[in-house]
């Protein structure tokens, strides 16, 4: 595609994703399918979208000393190409504007520009991270790295790795997760036969550690509250060596389709995905008392994902987070029932906030107080997890991206009396 016709799709594109609409993943998806874009023209409109997302404060500050169309000069400013292709698409006048932007110091910008973050989110963040604040905000703004989880049902990691770098694909065994595989690229994955035959999810490490927390065992009856597309439902399988009956609850059975395929590719026999209405169903309350273990991986802000969804940050409000955690306490006090006594409970989100986090366990805690906390520390030590004391914060699992290297989430623990 010639620069110039490349530039506008992604103006193009741009237009309908700074909407906020919809989610950009999705935007960007219908975009690229619409417009028949090839490999290459598809990855460089949707990197460029999601340049601008991360660092939308910036570029807005930027534009405004540029002309034209404002979607356009965001497109420049974080068009994910070789700069001379660039060059070439732009009008002399444009390419001085860029040049000049491209001078522009870090240090000689306000904060709001360096860590691009709606100020709603600042203060929350700020008082937890101290001086850590602009190492968080730095990772936030760069790319996510991709983990894959190896599926211990089918395959060992160390041989995984070897079939990797034979097909010259460098990975790393994860630091915490004893399922994971670190990739230093992002080659296509869905072609190969370690996907097709299951040995292998693409999975965050720190996802895979809120699986690990469960400790799903043999036999056991289990329920992933909040199933969505099975990423953790499966590694749970998979701990449980496909035995006893592994239950898939989620309200959208939209996403439990999602899982079916990759069900299929698992290897697993004993996950068994429900659709439900909302957490008071009558088929939750059928297994009430009768279940081993629950992880409930509540609805959320996402906010833990900003690597990957930095259209979260500018679709999300106060209102709504105070919202979500009146319905992540509900959830999870309906799935406590579901535990018979000595029973695991793990609520997790893949949220950075407190009132999401700390503060949704307490309120849990003050109701429920025949649930007993469990040290995230401890347990991640007993299943062999490096450095668990660096992974937690108090009684809590806590991963931050600039920290750990994974997304950012919490889990909380307790065992029922």
């Given at each position: 595609?010639?620069?110039?016709?490349?530039?506008?799709?992604?103006?193009e594109?741009?237009?309908?994703?700074?909407?906020?609409?919809?989610?950009?993943d999705?935007?960007?998806?219908?975009?690229?399918?619409?417009?028949?874009?090839?490999?290459?023209?598809?990855?460089?409109?949707?990197?460029?979208?999601?340049?601008?997302?991360?660092?939308?404060?910036?570029?807005?500050?930027?534009?405004?000393?540029?002309?034209?169309?404002?979607?356009?000069?965001?497109?420049?400013?974080?068009?994910?190409?070789?700069?001379?292709?660039?060059?070439?698409?732009?009008?002399?006048?444009?390419?001085?504007?860029?040049?000049?932007?491209?001078?522009?110091?870090?240090?000689?910008?306000?904060?709001?520009?360096?860590?691009?973050?709606?100020?709603?989110?600042?203060?929350?963040?700020?008082?937890?991270?101290?001086?850590?604040?602009?190492?968080?905000?730095h990772?936030?703004?760069?790319?996510?790295?991709?983990?894959?989880?190896?599926?211990?049902?089918?395959?060992?990691?160390?041989?995984?790795?070897?079939?990797?770098?034979?097909?010259?694909?460098?990975?790393?065994?994860?630091?915490?997760?004893?399922?994971g595989?670190?990739?230093?690229?992002?080659?296509?994955?869905?072609?190969?036969?370690?996907?097709?035959?299951?040995?292998?999810?693409?999975?965050?490490?720190?996802?895979?550690?809120?699986?690990?927390?469960?400790?799903?065992?043999?036999?056991?009856?289990?329920?992933?509250?909040?199933?969505?597309?099975?990423?953790?439902?499966l590694?749970?399988?998979?701990?449980?060596?496909?035995?006893?009956?592994?239950?898939?609850?989620?309200?959208?059975?939209?996403?439990?389709?999602?899982?079916?395929?990759r069900?299929?590719?698992?290897?697993?026999?004993?996950v068994?995905?429900?659709?439900?209405?909302?957490?008071?169903d009558?088929?939750?309350?059928?297994?009430?008392?009768?279940?081993?273990?629950?992880?409930?991986?509540?609805?959320?802000?996402?906010?833990?994902?900003?690597?990957?969804?930095?259209?979260?940050?500018?679709?999300?409000?106060?209102?709504?987070?105070?919202?979500?955690?009146?319905?992540?306490?509900?959830?999870?006090?309906?799935?406590?029932?579901?535990?018979?006594?000595?029973?695991?409970?793990?609520?997790?989100?893949?949220?950075?906030?407190?009132?999401?986090?700390?503060?949704?366990?307490?309120?849990?805690?003050?109701?429920?107080?025949?649930?007993k906390?469990?040290?995230?520390?401890?347990?991640?030590?007993?299943?062999?997890?490096?450095?668990?004391?660096?992974?937690?914060?108090?009684?809590?699992?806590?991963?931050?991206?600039?920290?750990?290297?994974?997304?950012?989430?919490?889990?909380?623990?307790?065992?029922?009396?």
């Amino acid at each position: 595609m010639h620069p110039k016709a490349l530039l506008d799709s992604a103006a193009e594109l741009l237009k309908l994703v700074l909407r906020f609409e919809h989610p950009a993943d999705a935007v960007v998806s219908r975009f690229i399918r619409d417009q028949r874009l090839g490999p290459r023209e598809r990855a460089t409109v949707a990197e460029t979208t999601y340049a601008v997302l991360r660092k939308k404060t910036l570029f807005n500050y930027l534009a405004q000393h540029g002309s034209g169309p404002l979607e356009r000069r965001l497109a420049i400013l974080g068009f994910a190409a070789d700069r001379d292709f660039l060059f070439s698409a732009l009008s002399s006048p444009e390419k001085e504007w860029l040049q000049r932007c491209d001078q522009v110091s870090p240090d000689d910008l306000m904060d709001l520009h360096r860590h691009n973050l709606p100020q709603w989110l600042v203060e929350p963040l700020k008082s937890q991270m101290g001086a850590e604040f602009d190492a968080l905000t730095h990772s936030l703004n760069a790319l996510a790295g991709l983990d894959l989880r190896v599926n211990a049902l089918k395959a060992k990691r160390p041989d995984v790795q070897k079939q990797l770098a034979k097909l010259g694909i460098k990975s790393e065994p994860t630091p915490y997760s004893p399922w994971g595989l670190r990739l230093a690229d992002k080659p296509l994955l869905t072609k190969l036969d370690l996907f097709v035959q299951g040995d292998i999810e693409v999975q965050d490490e720190g996802s895979q550690l809120l699986a690990l927390l469960l400790d799903g065992k043999r036999g056991e009856m289990v329920v992933d509250f909040c199933a969505g597309a099975g990423g953790k439902t499966l590694a749970v399988g998979a701990s449980m060596r496909s035995t006893g009956r592994l239950y898939a609850f989620d309200v959208s059975a939209h996403r439990l389709d999602a899982l079916k395929p990759r069900l299929a590719r698992s290897g697993l026999s004993n996950v068994h995905p429900v659709a439900i209405a909302h957490e008071r169903d009558d088929r939750i309350k059928r297994l009430a008392g009768k279940i081993d273990r629950v992880l409930v991986d509540a609805p959320c802000s996402g906010l833990g994902t900003l690597r990957r969804n930095p259209d979260l940050k500018w679709r999300q409000n106060p209102k709504a987070i105070e919202e979500m955690a009146v319905k992540q306490l509900a959830i999870l006090q309906s799935a406590a029932r579901l535990l018979k006594p000595g029973g695991r409970l793990v609520y997790a989100t893949c949220s950075m906030l407190q009132a999401e986090n700390e503060a949704v366990a307490q309120a849990f805690q003050a109701l429920q107080p025949d649930f007993k906390p469990l040290p995230a520390a401890e347990l991640l030590s007993q299943l062999g997890v490096a450095q668990p004391e660096f992974l937690c914060a108090g009684e809590y699992l806590r991963l931050w991206p600039h920290r750990h290297a994974t997304d950012g989430f919490f889990a909380a623990v307790w065992q029922r009396a």
